[in-house]
């Protein structure tokens, strides 16, 4: 597609819900990266793969954060048995580089799944 | 640990009045400083990238500069349009993959 495309939009999880967030990233975009942005903050990054591979995940608050891309393209992200401070705008981003040179490495963000868990 | 303050948090400016937001960072090793605009309930939409102290780019009313420690965003002559949230990230050039750490953002007014 033209560009990152994330859904749902929005969510709202019962305390104890497990919720799944997919990500949809920019054609034949190698890199894709997870983020998670509280209110008023800046976004702070989650998990990284490049293809199929999870090359980074030591951003993932818990271990009831999951997160996968088992054909390199679409990713999904899961957050098992929700709490109250999970509530956040998760962003989903991609780029055409996978390495440690500047070409490609340009990341785009969509727009967001906005999680409320009451 | 990659380090990135923005100042202020906040600018209120009336429409013409041109400003500088700031972004200082530390970083060990700096592949590329980024900059981002997000309007409320959207995702960051990518400004600019610089690479190497004394670079500067410029789009519309918006230019941006880097020295060793920090960046500016310079906005001229702006207009109500151009409130949002200004974002600065630094990407490191020791990791295999392009993460970027980010600071907290200014939140940009600008009255008519």
């Known amino acids: 597609g033209a560009g990152v495309s994330q859904s749902p939009r929005y969510k709202v999880a019962k305390r104890g819900q497990d919720v799944a967030l997919r990500c949809d990233p920019i054609s034949g975009h190698v890199s894709l990266f997870w983020y998670q942005q509280a209110l008023g903050q800046g976004p702070e990054f989650l998990t990284y793969f490049q293809n199929e591979a999870q090359l980074d995940k030591s951003g993932l608050p818990s271990d009831r954060f999951f997160a996968e891309r088992p054909e390199g393209s679409v990713s999904t992200l899961k957050i098992q048995r929700t709490q109250q401070e999970d509530s956040a705008v998760y962003l989903c981003?991609?780029?055409?580089?996978?390495?440690?040179?500047?070409?490609?490495?340009?990341?785009?963000f969509g727009e967001g799944s906005w999680l409320t868990v009451v | 640990e990659d380090q990135v303050t923005q100042s202020p948090e906040a600018l209120r400016l009336q429409e013409g009045e041109s400003s500088s937001l700031n972004c200082s960072y530390t970083?060990?090793?700096?592949?590329?400083l980024f900059w981002y605009r997000q309007d409320p309930g959207k995702g960051p939409e990518f400004l600019f990238t610089l690479y190497s102290a004394g670079e500067e780019k410029e789009k519309e009313r918006l230019k941006a500069t880097l020295t060793k420690k920090e960046s500016f965003l310079h906005i001229t002559a702006p207009k109500p349009e151009d409130s949002a949230t200004y974002l600065c990230a630094v990407q490191p050039r020791r990791n295999a993959g392009n993460m970027l750490t980010f600071g907290g953002g200014t939140r940009l007014m600008v009255k008519p």
């Open positions: 970083v060990s090793g700096l592949r590329g």
């Open positions: 981003a991609s780029s055409s580089g996978q390495g440690y040179g500047i070409s490609g490495n340009t990341i785009y």
